[in-house]
């Protein structure tokens, strides 16, 4: 179903809520008050309610009662009838304001062209499409129908003037993400609908929320980002984009670093592109269809890093110490890569944390247009300094506490399991939409780790009356030094990190912490000795 379809669809028929605000609403003006503004106009309906409004009718003739009570009865359902019609016709409303709100963003979709997703678009969207779906709209970045599919770009017009063959591409391959349904044979996706039906509130059934991705056309362009440093990785990588390119016939991009490795090593390497400067490097997601990495987690930390706007799905290989974010691995790569070029596969949709920094010389103004995105995590922390960190910390507009001890770590679900783990933050899967506070070393017995809802926005504040400064760093990289005054901004980014599964998102995560971390491992107790 289509939402152009929605406003006549709720004239034949009652349609649940997505969203809980527009209850609220109807919460908030109250079933009554709704109703009659309604009725007022109906005559019978008027008369109904003021009818029921009156003491029943106490009298020794039964006639009188039993006639008096029958007036009664029709009444009720003169009134149930108006009270049907008047929340239909605010779920109409509702469905209309979306209807409107759609085309609205359509059309600056039209203006904008590719790159202007509204904010928290495709989290909207993955909460109120349906699995099954008609073409994909190619207009804009993110289709009405999927969780979000992307274009098919053209290939460039051939110039006068071709581009050397070491440069960019520029056709993308499309997909459509969808949920994963177990044993749903319509492969229709049951939202977490909240419906508020005559006062009573239920969240409908949950389903499997994994996300699938499955490519329209077939992906031609693979992204390589390797760990520096490291023989393995650079032995694997030569090995691959080989095996890809003879094998599979696709495009190789590699960094700048490695095209240049690999070309000095051997001039069978001449079919590699890369970039030469940031305004290519922008421009990357448009040309490629896939991501791999070769080394650990700060690989993906660094890929993801290259990616200002949407990001497209990565492949991570395992070849660091850990691997929370890397399951992928290496010795099987044929088979992985397989699967994942001929789709569908699983992904863990990460969000990432969008920063700000304002200076306190320039009020409220933003230090820089694009904020830095984080897939980690965002520390605020005393740096060189030996005074306590002073941290005045605010949730939306409430006023959240005062962090008085080492720092401040604002995570990711993702990064749950790096330096807030470390600090004493808990484990959160992936997938749950969640933004962690975790103090580092707090210098109070009662200041415990908390998990904040992902739709907030931080702030955190070095207040006038500090002792010192504070240094903010990303993902554990560029720290930025904060005087008192400075502040930093932290909400959810709408471009999220894709990663490939190996399994699915929970058997990944698990795996993950059974094996990075020996999470509870302990010898089970013999089966001989005290029982009850
Ligand atoms: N005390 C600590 O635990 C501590 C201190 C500083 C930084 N870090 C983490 O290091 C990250 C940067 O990683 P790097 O590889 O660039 O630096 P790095 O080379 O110093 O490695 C840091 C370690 O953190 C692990 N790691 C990174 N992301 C992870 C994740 N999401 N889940 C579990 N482990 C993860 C890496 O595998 C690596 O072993 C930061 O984002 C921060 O989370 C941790
Ligand atoms: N393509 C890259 N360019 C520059 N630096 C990179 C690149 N890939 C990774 N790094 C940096 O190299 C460091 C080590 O990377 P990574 O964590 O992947 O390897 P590792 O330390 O061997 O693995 P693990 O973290 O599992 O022990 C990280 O700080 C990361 O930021």
Same mark, same amino acid.
């Given at each position: 179903m289509s939402l152009d379809e929605l406003p006549h669809k709720v004239s034949d028929e009652r349609v649940n809520h997505d969203t809980v605000t527009s209850h609220e609403s109807e919460i908030g003006s109250g079933s009554i008050s709704t109703v009659s503004s309604t009725v007022s106009s109906v005559e019978s309906e008027k008369a109904a309610y003021e009818f029921l409004a009156q003491t029943p009718i106490k009298s020794t003739d039964a006639h009188l009662v039993e006639f008096s009570e029958a007036m009664r009865t029709v009444a009720k359902a003169l009134r149930r009838v108006a009270e049907g019609k008047a929340a239909a016709q605010a779920e109409a409303e509702e469905w209309r304001r979306k209807y409107e709100l759609e085309m609205a963003h359509k059309q600056q979709r039209k203006i904008k062209?590719?790159?202007?997703?509204?904010?928290n678009e495709l989290e909207k969207l993955a909460s109120q499409l349906?699995?099954?779906?008609?073409?994909?709209?190619?207009?804009?970045?993110?289709?009405?129908?999927?969780i979000c599919s992307h274009e098919v770009l053209q290939d460039e017009?051939?110039?006068p003037n071709p581009r050397s063959s070491h440069k960019l591409v520029s056709r993308k391959a499309s997909f459509r993400l969808s949920w994963g349904c177990n044993g749903d044979k319509n492969g229709q996706h049951k939202h977490d609908f909240v419906s508020f039906e005559k006062g009573d509130i239920t969240t409908a059934e949950r389903s499997n929320k994994q996300i699938l991705l499955k490519w329209e056309s077939s992906p031609q362009t693979v992204l390589f980002i390797t760990k520096p440093n490291s023989n393995s990785v650079h032995v694997l990588c030569a090995e691959m984009v080989r095996w890809l390119k003879e094998h599979k016939k696709i495009n190789v991009v590699v960094e700048p670093r490695v095209s240049k490795e690999l070309l000095t090593e051997d001039s069978?390497?001449?079919?590699i592109q890369t970039w030469d400067d940031d305004e290519e490097k922008k421009m990357l997601h448009t040309k490629v269809d896939l991501i791999v990495t070769l080394g650990g987690d700060g690989t993906v930390l660094w890929a993801a890093s290259l990616f200002k706007g949407p990001v497209p799905p990565v492949v991570a290989f395992s070849l660091g110490s850990l691997g929370f974010m890397t399951p992928f691995p290496s010795e099987q790569y044929r088979d992985c890569l397989d699967n994942v070029l001929n789709g569908p596969f699983s992904i863990t949709l990460r969000n990432r944390l969008q920063c700000h920094v304002i200076r306190d010389a320039a009020?409220?103004?933003? $230090?820089?247009?694009e904020p830095i995105l984080v897939l980690n995590e965002v520390t605020i922390d005393r740096g060189i300094s030996s005074y306590l960190t002073y941290l005045e910390c605010y949730c939306d507009s409430s006023f959240v506490t005062c962090v008085q001890g080492d720092g401040l770590i604002i995570s990711t679900t993702s990064g749950s399991t790096a330096y807030s783990l470390a600090a004493g933050g808990s484990m959160v899967h992936p997938q749950v939409p969640g933004i962690l506070f975790t103090p580092i070393c707090?210098?109070?017995?009662?200041?415990r780790p908390l998990i904040l809802p992902e739709y907030v926005t931080l702030r955190v504040q070095v207040p006038h009356n500090s002792r010192g400064q504070a240094w903010a760093s990303f993902d554990g990289k560029d720290r930025k030094l904060l005087s008192p005054g400075d502040a930093l901004i932290c909400s959810i980014s709408p471009w999220p990190v894709p990663t490939a599964c190996l399994v699915d998102s929970t058997t990944d995560f698990l795996r993950s912490i059974h $094996?990075?971390?020996?999470?509870?491992?302990r010898k089970s107790q013999s089966f001989d000795g005290p029982r009850d």
């Open positions: 062209g590719y790159g202007s997703c509204a904010n349906t699995l099954e779906t008609p073409a994909s709209d190619q207009a804009g970045c993110c289709g009405n129908h999927g017009s051939p110039g069978y390497y001449n079919f009020k409220d103004e933003l $230090e820089t247009e707090p210098h109070s017995l009662s200041f $094996e990075g971390l020996h999470w509870n491992l």
